[in-house]
């Protein structure tokens, strides 16, 4: 080892007293989470949504591109150019910032909004310079605003080393692309960490932070932080690695739950969750994009609103109308399936999913059979002999349930098909041996609040019904109840708060 390391070492580890208050905690233990440019899978990219966002669903740092407009301010987005992301034909480093956010609808945040709004969720910031007057603009806001949880780091080693000669006290990395040596870099810039960007080196990148290279960056004082990681098997072995972070565009998919693909858990809680309308509050309700965001988290069971086109294509869609979820008009039994196949389901949500169209319930059905997972399909304005037809065909029976407000459907489905699984609602029967009686109900839904919650369920385990509580709401006081009820499904809107809220109870006991 040459001098000039030695030294280099020497001067890192006297300095990581300091500078290791920097880094925030981690929420669920081992690596911290960061999300990358917030959580851009499911939100336009370095927004306050984004950011926000992120935190909300595990984020323990956010990662951000900072640069600075022509006229001083620094502002948060990847690219100088703003048409990737908002389809503007206009440079940042060119452009005053008041006529940023008028091109950008406002959705172009400043360093210093972001900064406010991390102080606000306690989130820490992992800021990544993209260009030469970044690092001093944002090292001076870090500072102005006394943000505890701050690191930065760049590619350009230059820029690293100029901010650590400056006396920067936030921790600093270098980002390390595919083929270069990141020892080499961290030295020349006296940086504290190394970031390595290796993502697209091959299908099993985790097989490159070998013990030889982790060894190496403990002898030298180094961190390491690793690369956004969306993929559930490389995450789970990622995960084993002594880093510091890991970057991801889905910082969900980080939180232990049962199930999970990449970050199982040991509990005895085996509630299976009912996601209504899919993941409805990190996509667009009732799409494709909202049923595989369920399933790729190790959720079970998906709920869907299937209606039924003037033409007879049953499609999921929740209100008779286009107008409040998609880019159209019309009562949906007035249009044929060609007038409404091609039209924008996402944009409405986000501008990220404007690729989203209305799904044919036998999309659904695929969709949820490639998962091995399950549906709970509520009859709107469909055809009940069409909908039990159509599921039989494609030999998925066994893997839903239906309901519907209206009974006489619900009726027809069972004379047609007694082995058909049906839910009937507590609320609407006088007790729970009616609504099984009515309909040969096989999973019984109670309200979360019901007055009569604990004689419901244990009616339900002596007659033989599964238990489905309901619960709309975001309280995690709700959450802890119902996991000491240990419902066998739990119908909710929020699966990621119930995630965490599993994973504090664990840690508990």
Not at 101 to 129: C, F, H, M, N
Not at 266 to 279: F, P, S
Not at 336 to 353: C, M, R, T
């Amino acid at each position: 080892m040459s001098t000039h390391t030695l030294a280099h070492s020497s001067a890192i580890n006297s300095s990581m007293s300091l500078a290791i208050k920097h880094w925030p905690a981690s929420r669920f233990g081992g690596p911290r989470v960061i999300g990358h440019r917030g959580a851009c899978h499911h939100a336009r990219e370095n927004t306050l949504k984004a950011f926000s966002l992120a935190t909300t669903l595990g984020a323990d740092m956010w990662e951000l591109d900072a640069r600075v407009s022509a006229d001083g301010v620094c502002v948060v987005s990847h690219d100088d150019d703003l048409q990737t992301v908002f389809g503007q034909t206009a440079l940042i480093s060119q452009t005053n910032y008041k006529q940023l956010r008028q091109l950008t609808d406002d959705d172009l945040p400043s360093l210093q909004e972001v900064i406010d709004l991390a102080k606000s969720t306690g989130t820490g910031l992992y800021i990544e310079l993209k260009d030469e007057k970044a690092g001093a603009s944002a090292y001076q806001l870090l500072k102005e605003n006394d943000v505890t949880y701050a690191a930065l780091g760049a590619f350009n080693v230059s820029w690293v080393r100029a901010l650590n000669d400056s006396g920067c006290d936030y921790p600093t990395s270098v980002l390390v692309p595919i083929g270069k040596d990141p020892f080499n870099m961290a030295s020349e810039a006296k940086a504290g960490a190394i970031h390595l960007c290796w993502e697209r080196a091959c299908e099993a990148p985790q097989h490159l932070v070998t013990q030889g290279l982790i060894e190496r960056a403990q002898q030298l004082g180094l961190d390491i932080i690793l690369w956004h990681e969306e993929r559930p098997k490389v995450i789970k072995a990622l995960l084993e690695l002594p880093v510091i972070g890991i970057c991801s565009d889905r910082p969900e998919l980080f939180v232990p739950y049962l199930g999970s693909p990449s970050r199982n858990c040991i509990t005895d809680i085996r509630t299976q969750v009912v996601c209504h309308r899919g993941a409805e509050f990190i996509a667009p309700e009732n799409t494709l994009a909202a049923i595989e965001r369920v399933y790729e988290q190790g959720f079970d069971w998906v709920e869907i609103d299937v209606q039924e086109t003037r033409d007879g294509q049953l499609v999921v869609l929740h209100d008779d109308s286009l107008e409040r979820t998609v880019q159209g008009r019309g009562i949906i039994s007035q249009l044929d399936w060609d007038e409404v196949k091609h039209l924008d389901a996402g944009s409405q949500f986000d501008p990220i999913y404007r690729a989203e169209r209305i799904p044919l319930l036998s999309d659904a059905i695929e969709l949820a059979k490639s998962f091995n997972k399950c549906l709970y399909i509520e009859l709107k304005g469909a055809n009940p002999e069409k909908v039990l037809r159509q599921v039989q065909q494609q030999r998925f029976l066994a893997d839903c349930f239906f309901w519907s407000f209206d009974e006489q459907k619900l009726l027809q489905i069972r004379q047609l098909d007694p082995s058909a699984n049906i839910m009937s609602r507590s609320q609407d029967f006088v007790d729970v041996a009616a609504a099984i009686g009515a309909l040969g109900a096989c999973v019984i839904e109670i309200e979360a609040d019901d007055q009569h919650l604990l004689q419901h369920i244990q009616d339900c385990r002596a007659l033989g019904a599964k238990v489905m509580l309901c619960y709309q709401g975001s309280e995690t006081k709700i959450f802890k109840k119902i996991i000491h009820l240990k419902p066998d499904l739990l119908n909710l809107r929020r699966p990621d708060l119930w995630k965490q809220a599993l994973y504090e109870y664990n840690a508990e006991l």
